[in-house]
């Protein structure tokens, strides 16, 4: 893995980076011991381009070699040579002998200073072999210097209180408390550099601690703010055992570094745009007179049925969603440049998750009623009915429930002078809930149901009608609390969304183009197991949606249980535990432990299964086999004896 940091970093743009960490902080002069300065002398005298060199590169002069004393006393002299000796301050003249002789110097200080320099040492190793340049910096750097850096390494606990290797009891929480309170001011601070400028991208932030967890991070990241996408936590024991997932966390980090950025002008014009766009519509509000509602009303809305603040609404709504585009577009324009995401691989070892399909389906389908009659029981255009009640339980699925939508145009459905609508029946179309990787002629039409994603089947060829009265009778009924609700409201398409579906429908409009949907990613439950004798044997307890080990990415038109799958780092940590088990248990056929130990010697080959591909391909030949479930309670296929299997449920 290290040996492909350089080029994933020439991938991500990776320029610059930083390592913040009290470790660095610089050392006091009675730090440094005689015996070292004497050797550090020592090396000096021996090559005198190296004094020539240092001379140039800080105010050090010869004179300062021949007393320990005098020289421990120049505080601003030593901080400086710790800064040469460890990359942050930089200067032409400086050589690697000069770096050897820094080393030198600086290498007897306390032991808690050197368990933790200790500890980062696979950290910096691992950078190395990124060929890019390193700033190592203590707890207290100014912000300026490192909101330069493309990717900063912040230590959770951010002081020199917190001991390198606590015992249970000794250091009091709130010393955690604060160290951890004081590295988010320091992120927060190092963000604010930036802030003004919209074009200017804040570092990445990578995490690291000895002590922390993955929920204590995700905690550190919410209180933050900071994008998840720009954001990862790793362990120093991990990055000296050298874990899979942690090694490829810090890589996707380095390669989407450039791919990443692209959302933070987005974000950072944010509450400008919105603010902006709010200005420009509450001036008009501010500007419209009473002659305006009643010419309003007069004119369009007192044949139509509909109330004035009704429309206003809807016009504000509207309005408030194009100045914000106009906004974005000023503010934050589109660049004409090579696409950054052309050299990232879809292959990530974090779990995704569905924050763009949920704000796509925002733009699509509204939660809003909107005004409805007098009895708020009047049909509107793109409702969609959920046919039935809804399951109890959340997670039961609605695949095969049959959904309706309301077809009939809205000139038909609005009261005109108090009279009743034109329309005595209502057009509705019937379709069926289906798998997300269904596969129909339409573009995908993503319904969101109790949390789970559906596409709807149309039956386009089979128009139906409902009676007007007898459907608003059925709606006055979902706010009752009635045990067999005959129709359940999810919500109503808006106007583009519903223009395309009815042109379809009717085949009287022009086509509408729309914004392309996201693609979804579904968790997926298993286990690990072996076939020993003919019989299933289950290696580990099993895993359910909520760990965030594996997911299925729905394509249309595969079969289910051909849909491509693919398995985060946490499944990997979790698979090489059960592997390790599996090849010292004595419990275990000899064959059994021996295919275990080959994958265990192949976890180059299991680090792909981080890649979107159908569960066949994620197998390696005569050692694993994945397999997905059509259904759940579908018997597992029969397999060879003693091949390791990873069973999927979605």
Same mark, same amino acid.
């Given at each position: 893995?290290?040996?492909?940091?350089?080029?994933?970093?020439?991938?991500? $743009? +990776?320029?610059?980076?930083?390592?913040?960490?009290?470790?660095?902080?610089?050392?006091?002069?009675?730090?440094?011991?005689?015996?070292?300065?004497?050797?550090?002398?020592?090396?000096?005298?021996?090559?005198?381009?190296?004094?020539?060199?240092?001379?140039?590169?800080?105010?050090?002069?010869?004179?300062?070699?021949?007393?320990?004393?005098?020289?421990?006393?120049?505080?601003?002299?030593?901080?400086?040579?710790?800064?040469?000796?460890?990359?942050?301050?930089?200067?032409?003249?400086?050589?690697?002998?000069?770096?050897?002789?820094?080393?030198?110097?600086?290498?007897?200080?306390?032991?808690?200073?050197?368990?933790?320099?200790?500890? %980062?040492?696979?950290?910096?190793?691992?950078?190395?072999?990124?060929?890019?340049?390193?700033?190592?910096?203590?707890?207290?750097?100014?912000?300026?210097?490192?909101?330069?850096?493309?990717?900063?390494?912040?230590?959770?606990?951010?002081?020199?209180?917190?001991?390198?290797?606590?015992?249970?009891?000794?250091?009091?929480?709130?010393?955690?408390?604060?160290?951890?309170?004081?590295?988010?001011?320091?992120?927060?601070?190092?963000?604010?550099?930036?802030?003004?400028?919209?074009?200017? +991208?804040?570092?990445?932030?990578?995490?690291?601690?000895?002590?922390?967890?993955?929920?204590?991070?995700?905690?550190?990241?919410?209180?933050?703010?900071?994008?998840?996408?720009?954001?990862?936590?790793?362990?120093?024991?991990?990055?000296?055992?050298?874990?899979?997932?942690?090694?490829?966390?810090?890589?996707?980090?380095?390669?989407?570094?450039?791919?990443?950025?692209?959302?933070?002008?987005?974000?950072?014009?944010?509450?400008?745009?919105?603010?902006?766009?709010?200005?420009?519509?509450?001036?008009?509000?501010?500007?419209?007179?009473?002659?305006?509602?009643?010419?309003?009303?007069?004119?369009?809305?007192?044949?139509?049925?509909?109330?004035?603040?009704?429309?206003?609404?809807?016009?504000?709504?509207?309005?408030?969603?194009?100045?914000?585009?106009?906004?974005?577009?000023?503010?934050?324009?589109? =660049?004409?440049?090579?696409?950054?995401?052309?050299?990232?691989?879809?292959?990530?070892?974090?779990?995704?998750?569905?924050?763009?399909?949920?704000?796509?389906?925002?733009?699509?389908?509204?939660?809003?009623?909107?005004?409805?009659?007098?009895?708020?029981?009047?049909?509107?255009? $793109?409702?969609?009915?959920?046919?039935?009640? #809804?399951?109890?339980?959340?997670?039961?699925?609605?695949?095969?429930?049959?959904?309706?939508?309301?077809?009939?145009?809205?000139?038909?459905?609005?009261?005109?002078?108090?009279?009743?609508?034109?329309?005595?029946?209502?057009?509705?179309?019937?379709?069926?809930?289906?798998?997300?990787?269904?596969?129909?002629?339409?573009?995908?039409?993503?319904?969101?149901?109790?949390?789970?994603?559906?596409?709807?089947?149309?039956?386009?060829?089979?128009?139906?009608?409902?009676?007007?009265?007898?459907?608003?009778?059925?709606?006055?009924?979902?706010? =009752?609390?009635?045990?067999?609700?005959?129709?359940?409201?999810?919500?109503?398409?808006?106007?583009?969304?519903?223009?395309?579906?009815?042109?379809?429908? %009717?085949?009287?409009?022009?086509?509408?183009?729309?914004?392309?949907?996201?693609?979804?990613?579904?968790?997926?439950?298993?286990?690990?197991?072996?076939?020993? $004798?003919?019989?299933?044997?289950?290696?580990?307890?099993?895993?359910?949606?909520?760990?965030?080990?594996?997911?299925?990415?729905?394509?249309?038109?595969?079969?289910?249980?051909?849909?491509?799958?693919?398995?985060? $780092?946490?499944?990997?940590?979790?698979?090489?535990?059960?592997?390790?088990?599996?090849?010292?248990?004595?419990?275990?056929?000899?064959?059994?432990?021996?295919?275990?130990?080959?994958? #265990?010697?192949?976890?180059?080959?299991?680090?792909?299964?981080?890649?979107?591909?159908?569960?066949?391909?994620?197998?390696?030949?005569?050692?694993?086999?994945?397999?997905? %479930?059509?259904?759940?309670?579908?018997?597992?296929?029969?397999?060879?004896?003693?091949?390791?299997?990873?069973?999927?449920?979605?």
């Amino acid at each position: 893995m290290s040996d492909n940091l350089e080029l994933v970093a020439k991938v991500g $743009g +990776v320029e610059l980076l930083a390592i913040v960490d009290d470790a660095y902080d610089p050392p006091r002069g009675e730090e440094i011991s005689e015996d070292a300065f004497n050797r550090f002398v020592q090396s000096m005298e021996d090559d005198p381009q190296r004094i020539i060199a240092l001379t140039a590169a800080s105010a050090f002069v010869e004179d300062d070699l021949d007393d320990w004393e005098t020289f421990a006393a120049k505080a601003e002299l030593v901080e400086h040579l710790w800064k040469l000796s460890v990359g942050v301050a930089v200067h032409g003249a400086m050589t690697d002998g000069v770096g050897l002789s820094l080393e030198i110097l600086f290498s007897d200080v306390s032991h808690d200073r050197i368990s933790k320099l200790q500890q %980062l040492k696979p950290l910096e190793k691992l950078l190395a072999a990124t060929k890019v340049r390193v700033m190592k910096l203590g707890a207290d750097p100014e912000p300026s210097v490192v909101a330069k850096a493309n990717v900063v390494f912040l230590d959770l606990f951010l002081s020199s209180d917190v001991p390198p290797n606590p015992m249970p009891g000794e250091t009091p929480r709130t010393v955690f408390d604060k160290a951890r309170e004081r590295a988010i001011r320091y992120l927060e601070d190092v963000r604010r550099e930036t802030q003004d400028d919209v074009t200017a +991208v804040p570092p990445a932030f990578i995490l690291i601690s000895s002590l922390g967890t993955q929920q204590v991070a995700q905690n550190f990241r919410k209180r933050t703010s900071q994008t998840a996408s720009r954001f990862r936590f790793v362990q120093k024991q991990a990055l000296e055992r050298e874990d899979p997932q942690d090694l490829l966390a810090i890589a996707e980090i380095l390669r989407t570094c450039r791919a990443s950025a692209l959302f933070e002008p987005l974000r950072k014009a944010l509450p400008t745009v919105i603010a902006e766009a709010q200005g420009w519509v509450a001036q008009r509000l501010v500007e419209l007179d009473i002659a305006d509602f009643a010419r309003l009303f007069e004119l369009s809305l007192q044949s139509e049925g509909q109330l004035v603040e009704d429309y206003i609404k809807e016009v504000v709504a509207g309005a408030v969603a194009e100045r914000i585009m106009c906004s974005f577009t000023k503010h934050a324009p589109t =660049k004409d440049r090579p696409n950054p995401f052309d050299d990232v691989p879809s292959r990530f070892v974090e779990a995704p998750s569905n924050a763009m399909a949920e704000l796509y389906s925002a733009t699509r389908m509204t939660s809003e009623r909107g005004y409805r009659g007098p009895d708020d029981s009047m049909p509107v255009p $793109g409702d969609l009915f959920l046919e039935g009640a #809804l399951p109890k339980r959340a997670s039961t699925s609605l695949v095969g429930r049959t959904i309706t939508a309301v077809m009939t145009p809205i000139c038909d459905l609005m009261s005109r002078n108090g009279g009743e609508p034109a329309a005595t029946s209502v057009l509705m179309l019937e379709g069926t809930l289906r798998p997300t990787y269904h596969n129909h002629k339409l573009d995908p039409q993503i319904v969101i149901v109790n949390g789970r994603f559906y596409e709807v089947d149309w039956s386009m060829k089979h128009p139906q009608a409902l009676p007007l009265k007898q459907l608003k009778k059925e709606v006055q009924q979902l706010k =009752k609390e009635v045990q067999q609700k005959k129709r359940i409201w999810l919500g109503r398409l808006k106007a583009e969304h519903f223009l395309a579906l009815q042109s379809e429908y %009717l085949s009287s409009f022009a086509r509408v183009g729309l914004l392309k949907a996201p693609a979804l990613f579904e968790p997926l439950a298993g286990k690990v197991c072996v076939r020993e $004798g003919g019989s299933l044997i289950e290696l580990d307890d099993g895993f359910d949606f909520k760990s965030s080990f594996a997911f299925q990415s729905p394509q249309r038109g595969k079969d289910a249980t051909k849909q491509p799958v693919f398995f985060t $780092g946490a499944f990997l940590e979790h698979l090489r535990a059960v592997l390790q088990q599996t090849a010292e248990s004595e419990e275990r056929h000899a064959d059994t432990r021996a295919k275990a130990k080959g994958l #265990l010697e192949r976890m180059d080959q299991l680090v792909m299964m981080v890649t979107r591909r159908p569960p066949a391909s994620q197998g390696i030949n005569d050692y694993l086999k994945v397999e997905l %479930l059509p259904q759940r309670g579908a018997a597992v296929p029969a397999a060879p004896n003693h091949v390791i299997l990873v069973v999927l449920k979605a």
